[in-house]
């Protein structure tokens, strides 16, 4: 956290989950250097109930209200993931869960100033019809922000960025847009997934990638800060969208 915070970055976005000593340790830090938190509350795989989730904000009220800029909604909730199944109906079930982070953040004080953020798809399969789903399910009501995940795959950081804005105007009644991932990956010893670019053109285009969103009246996280152990291989996408550490 001293890291980032010598970054002059304001905030992070990570998932908060009540009970774990990472997330109180998580929120300590955080408040000792002044870094607020964007912070997620809901698995993508469907596994915590309305009176968990509710339990969950409320413990975001008692505890890290002070530093939480933003509660957001079910992660890329379109794509299950390698071995598992998307829900046909998960439209519903995602905008049933905003409904429920939506009235329990606006029905408590100590998270007045709190930020709700909506669900984002997956920056890949993520089309316009499934966009269009999450509209007619009413998912505009229960945020102040739209969220989107947009990977430009090699390409320059607007790559598609224009297209999923229009269908935020069209479906989600225009909110205005949180990217709450973005970046490029350096595993260019992969041969599938997106295509990978070096660290140095990464390097350059993260600027780019910030003024593109900006001039765009949206908001913009990198993803991520730090690359993950990827053995010097640089055949794993995943571990390779940070940073890597000097």
């Not at 955080?30 to 993508?44: L, T």
């Not at 989107?148 to 069209?170: E, S």
């Amino acid at each position: 956290m001293a890291a980032l915070a010598k970054t002059n970055a304001g905030y992070f976005r990570g998932m908060y989950a009540n009970g774990l000593s990472a997330t109180s340790e998580t929120t300590r830090v955080a408040r000792e250097y002044g870094v607020e938190w964007g912070m997620g509350v809901c698995p993508d795989d469907w596994s915590l109930s309305d009176a968990e989730l509710v339990s969950r904000i409320k413990h975001i009220a008692r505890n890290a209200a002070d530093i939480c800029l933003y509660i957001e909604g079910v992660n890329e909730p379109n794509f299950a993931g390698a071995g598992r199944r998307t829900a046909t109906d998960w439209p519903q079930r995602t905008v049933a869960k905003q409904k429920v982070i939506w009235q329990t953040v606006k029905g408590d004080s100590r998270l007045a100033h709190v930020k709700v953020v909506g669900p984002s798809l997956h920056a890949v399969v993520g089309t316009e019809a499934q966009y269009k789903l999450l509209g007619d399910a009413g998912v505009a009501r229960y945020m102040e922000y739209a969220a989107m995940h947009r990977y430009p795959g090699g390409h320059y950081p607007d790559q598609g960025l224009d297209q999923r804005l229009a269908w935020v105007k069209r479906y989600w009644g225009g909110k205005p847009t949180w990217i709450t991932e973005t970046g490029y990956n350096n595993a260019l010893a992969d041969s599938g997934g997106q295509n990978p670019v070096p660290e140095d053109v990464s390097a350059v285009y993260a600027p780019s990638t910030v003024l593109e969103a900006v001039d765009r009246g949206c908001k913009v996280i990198w993803y991520e800060l730090l690359d993950d152990p990827d053995a010097g291989a640089k055949d794993n996408p995943e571990a390779t969208v940070g940073c890597s550490p000097p």
